[in-house]
């Protein structure tokens, strides 16, 4: 087998992980703001927290043209189809961040209109705690996500094909062991 | 200070004072003459609020709900509070959208969320909550947790997606 010398400016990879590569330094979010977390959430986007950092500052209010879904705030029975025909208009791949209290369990609105955490009608990659979240709670989220794609992404969606491939989520996770 | 003669209106008016603000008490055969009066006659052209309380299980309660009016005289600056007792099985009381257009959301409202009906009311529907909503949240015997129309919706998975 012939040994080929490389110049410094070839890199070798997988397919798979270049474009989940592509993938994760270029998430365009879509804010799904209904409450006080929206408000960090805008600070997350603004100059001092600046997720341009984490090349996920496109903001984008149509979901056609966004891949993460960030649902900041407390969901009511009334918005729950909105969100869930938003989610569905939203382009694979796409990932969903449950920002705050109110939107991964309700928080303190335990009442009839109240959504007892969105994780129960839509997918949820990553659940950020607190009330509402610091922006430095959300960037670590990101991160959390950008790892994740990293990890179980590939080009044509392979890791649909067998539950058994997905890594647990980090909670189940923490159960089980 | 007390609120302009009614007793020709309505005999059975009961009037009131509390704190420098007049209040008065409608039995709801009379309510329409009595705002009507009160718009056309006294001046009180502007309604505020149209509200509702659940008297259920309130201590000294003789009626259920208790419809409350906000009426102010944009002219004199004078408040007038009134209100009007109505009982279960179907609670009604006559809209007074004819009198002031902007009764017509207030309304909705406390149809909405004590099922109070409004006679004559152009568009009695539900205002805030979905069409497909049963019950009245806003009333006592509702429960915090309602049953169960925050849960009824499809699940979507990640390959539905």
Not at chain 1, 2 to 28: F, G, H, M, Q
Not at chain 1, 77 to 100: D, T
Not at chain 1, 144 to 168: N, W, Y
Request: with cysteine.
């Amino acid at each position: 087998m012939a040994i080929v010398e490389l110049p410094d400016n070839v890199a070798i990879t997988k397919l798979d992980e270049l474009v989940s590569w592509c993938r994760k330094n270029s998430l365009w979010p879509m804010p799904l703001a209904t409450a006080c977390c929206g408000i960090e959430l805008m600070a997350t986007g603004a100059s001092r927290h600046d997720i341009a950092r984490f090349g996920a500052e496109v903001f984008r209010f149509s979901p056609r043209q966004c891949d993460l879904m960030i649902v900041a705030g407390r969901v009511v029975m009334k918005m729950l189809p909105v969100l869930q025909r938003i989610w569905q208009q939203m382009h694979e791949p796409k990932w969903c961040i449950s920002m705050g209290a109110c939107a991964s369990t309700g928080g303190v609105f335990d009442t009839y209109s109240v959504v007892q955490g969105i994780d129960r009608f839509v997918p949820v990659d990553i659940y950020v705690p607190g009330c509402p979240p610091r922006p430095e709670q959300l960037i670590q989220a990101i991160i959390d996500l950008q790892e994740k794609i990293q990890c179980e992404g590939t080009v044509f969606g392979r890791e649909f094909d067998a539950p058994s491939r997905q890594r647990p989520k980090r909670a189940l996770q923490e159960e089980r062991d | 200070m007390l609120p302009p003669d009614l007793t020709a209106v309505c005999p059975s008016i009961a009037v009131s004072e509390f704190r420098g603000q007049m209040r008065v008490v409608v039995p709801v055969e009379s309510l329409w003459n009595v705002l009507q009066s009160l718009k056309e006659k006294h001046g009180f052209d502007l309604l505020v609020d149209v509200t509702c309380v659940d008297y259920l299980n309130y201590r000294g309660a003789r009626d259920r709900f208790g419809l409350v009016y906000l009426l102010a005289n944009t002219a004199t600056n004078h408040r007038i509070t009134v209100r009007c007792f109505v009982n279960d099985t179907d609670p009604s009381v006559p809209s007074v959208v004819a009198l002031w257009e902007g009764a017509n959301w207030l309304e909705r409202e406390v149809w909405d969320m004590f099922g109070v009906r409004f006679a004559d009311h152009p568009d009695l529907r539900r205002i805030l909550l979905p069409e497909e909503f049963t019950g009245h949240p806003l009333r006592k015997d509702y429960p915090l947790q309602g049953h169960g129309e925050r849960h009824n919706f499809p699940v979507i998975t990640r390959g539905e997606g």
